[in-house]
């Protein structure tokens, strides 16, 4: 995560970044997507979320980067966004 932040910072020095949880059970992408889709529309309109919850780490996992009414969202494509979708609906932004 501090390797994450320290690039985000090196790119534009002047970004807010919040952790929403570091508390999502390890691997386990339901606990992540509960996270995620209970939290996201709290935080200001354009906000970049980051989702990294993974049980695959090392295997071939393809990236999203999805947008929804005001959010965006980086994710692998894993199942991590399943609440994020049921609550609105994304549409892709690309890969």
Known sequence: MG?????I????PDVQIVDITHGVTPFDLLDGATAIANAYFL???RT?????VDPG???ERRPL???????YFIAPD????SGV????????CGT
């Open 78 to 81: 894993n199942g991590v966004l």
């Open 3 to 7: 390797v994450l932040k320290g690039v």
């Open 57 to 59: 780490v090392g295997t």
């Open 85 to 92: 979708f049921e609550k609105e609906r994304l549409s892709w």
């Open 48 to 52: 970049i979320h980051v989702v990294v």
């Open 9 to 12: 910072l090196r790119i534009n």
């Open 43 to 45: 935080l200001s309109p």
């Open 65 to 71: 980067l999805v947008s929804g009414q005001n959010q």
